[in-house]
């Protein structure tokens, strides 16, 4: 299974709505959305990254554990008081709702802010795990 597509694809389906984009490693800019009428929200954008991916083999050989760590971290351009953070809010529970949403997914660290740095924009990291067995047979 290859988590970094299937992150992409709950993100895109969580966040396109509402014009938010969202990419592995790096920030992506565009002025249009393929297929939808939703404009390009420039003042939110998500990065995500896989942590960890570290495979085991148990038992008998056959089945492959996998536990692979993935950051995600969503920036916004304006402060908590503003009236707009509670968008902010609301994306960040519905991206949990629907990565949890997956049995193979679980919450390993909530959120924090994100420390600032050069970058203007504020942010909020969650770190989520997969877990996950895969049978290779023989």
Do not use: W
């Not at 709950?10 to 939703?38: A, C």
């Not at 003042?43 to 990254?49: I, K, N, T």
């Not at 495979?55 to 554990?65: C, E, F, Q, R, S």
């Amino acid at each position: 299974m290859n988590v970094t597509a299937v992150i992409q694809q709950i993100l895109d389906t969580t966040l396109l709505p509402f014009g938010v984009l969202s990419n592995h490693l790096r920030r992506v800019k565009t002025e249009s959305i393929e297929n939808m009428q939703v404009k390009v929200n420039n003042d939110e954008y998500v990065v995500y990254r896989v942590v960890s991916n570290t495979p085991k083999t148990y038992g008998d050989g056959n089945a492959l554990t996998r536990r692979v760590y993935i950051d995600v971290n969503y920036y916004y351009l304006y402060e908590k008081t503003d009236p707009r953070y509670s968008g902010v809010d609301e994306r960040l529970k519905a991206i949990k709702r629907a990565i949890i949403a997956d049995p193979h997914f679980r919450i390993a660290n909530d959120e924090t802010d994100i420390p600032d740095g050069d970058n203007r924009y504020r942010g909020v990291n969650m770190e989520f795990v997969y877990v996950g067995a895969v049978d290779y047979g023989k």
